[in-house]
Structure formats: structure tokens, C-alpha cells
């Protein structure tokens, strides 16, 4: 599928720059570092809208070209029954809620 250019390799490399990214989060967190929590997590939020972007429109059309409509319904149908499998609305409600709590908490500080 994957003829001209391959960009797996570096979706890889932001995966593994997410997971240091994660890292540096909780150790700022264990020593209390505020500075170094907002860094990170600035790094990491801006990391995730550039990620998503070459997802969104670089690498998921690329594959998408390569499936049959066939596969394409069977996917859909997949990732519905997994969506409700998993409680994806259940999920995103909790982080919602993270997310608040946590900027409820930030302006409390800072």
C-alpha cells in the first residue's frame, strides 16, 4: 500500500515522544514541579494536534485508499460495536470531568 512514502515510521517516533512526554508529566507531578507539569503538558497537547493532523489527513487516507468498501462497512460496524462494548461516552464523560477539576485546580494555583 505504502509505495512513495512511508510516514509509520515517524507516527512511531511521536508515539514514543508522547510516552517521554507522559513520563515527564509524572515526574514533575511526584516532585511537585508546576513549571515542569505545564511544560510537558504543553509539549504533549501541541504533540497530539500535530499527530492528529497527519493521522487525520495523511495516514488514514492513505489506508483508506487501500480498503474495499466492504472492508470500510465492516470496520464501521467493528468500531460501533466496540464503541458501545467499551463505554466510549462513559469514557469521554470521565475525562471531561478530569480535565474541569484539573483546570479548576490550575487557576487556583497559578
Wanted: with cysteine.
Amino acid at each position: 500500500m505504502l509505495t512513495h512514502c512511508n510516514p509509520v515510521p515517524q507516527m512511531f517516533l511521536e508515539h514514543n515522544k508522547a510516552r517521554e512526554l507522559v513520563e515527564a508529566m509524572e515526574k514533575a507531578l511526584l516532585v511537585n514541579n508546576l513549571s515542569a507539569l505545564v511544560t510537558a503538558m504543553t509539549e504533549y497537547g501541541q504533540l497530539l494536534k500535530e499527530h492528529i493532523y497527519k493521522e487525520n489527513n495523511i495516514l488514514y487516507p492513505m489506508a483508506e485508499r487501500g480498503l474495499s468498501e466492504a472492508a470500510k462497512t465492516s470496520l464501521l460496524i467493528d468500531y460501533a460495536e466496540a464503541d458501545k462494548r467499551l463505554n466510549s461516552a462513559g469514557i469521554w464523560q470521565t475525562y471531561q470531568t478530569l480535565y474541569t477539576e484539573l483546570v479548576d485546580y490550575l487557576n487556583t494555583v497559578g
